[in-house]
C-alpha cells in the first residue's frame, strides 16, 4: 500500500522498532522494492525516501536521530542493521509525556539502552572531546534519573 501512495512524508511514532519500521516504509515508498529486499542488500536504496518525521514514545532507542534500521530477517533469527544516509529522519519530535504510559520495567529497559549508548559512545575509538563532554553530562542524568523515572514515569 505505501508503495502504491508513494507518500511525500512518513512520521514514525512509537518505541525503537516502530520507528525502525518508519524508516523503511519511507524507503519502500520511494522504491520499487519490499522491505525484504532492501534489507537483505539485493536492491541499492533509493536515494531519495519520503520524508521522515520521528516521535518515539520511550526512551534511549537513538532511532529518532540515526541513519540505521534494524529489521529481523524472517528467514533468519537474527537482526539486520540498514544503514543509509537516505532513512536519516528530517526531524525528531521529542515529548517526555509520551513515555509515561510506559510500565516501569519498560522504563528501566530504555533507560538501561540509552545508558549503553552513552557508554559506548564515550569509550569509542571515535570518540572526541565533544561526544566525551555529552557522555559524561548523559551519564550524569542517567544515574540522577533513573530511580526517579522507574518510579514516577
Known amino acids: 500500500m505505501i508503495r502504491t501512495g508513494r507518500p511525500s512524508a512518513v512520521l514514525g511514532l512509537g518505541g525503537g522498532s516502530a520507528l ?3 524508516k523503511m516504509a519511507a524507503v519502500v ?3 520499487d522494492n519490499s522491505a525484504e529486499v532492501y534489507a537483505l542488500m539485493h536492491q541499492p536504496l533509493p536515494q531519495k525516501t519520503a520524508t521522515l518525521v520521528m516521535m518515539p514514545t520511550t526512551a534511549g532507542t537513538g532511532s529518532e536521530v540515526s541513519k540505521v534500521a534494524v529489521i529481523v530477517d524472517p528467514e533468519n533469527p537474527f537482526k539486520k542493521g ?3 544516509p537516505y532513512m536519516f529522519p528530517y526531524a525528531a519530535i521529542l515529548d517526555p509525556e509520551l513515555t509515561r504510559s510506559m510500565p516501569p520495567w519498560l522504563t528501566a529497559a530504555t533507560g538501561m539502552d540509552a545508558l549503553t549508548q552513552l557508554i559506548e559512545a ?6 572526541n572531546p565533544l561526544t566525551d563532554a555529552l557522555c559524561r553530562e548523559g ?4 544515574a ?3 530511580t526517579r523515572a522507574y518510579h514516577a514515569g
Open 82 to 84: 540498514v544503514l543509509s
Open 29 to 31: 515508498s520511494a522504491g
Open 144 to 146: 540522577r534519573s533513573s
Open 20 to 22: 525502525d519500521v518508519a
Open 122 to 127: 564515550f569509550v569509542s575509538l571515535k570518540a
Open 139 to 142: 551519564l550524569v542524568r542517567c
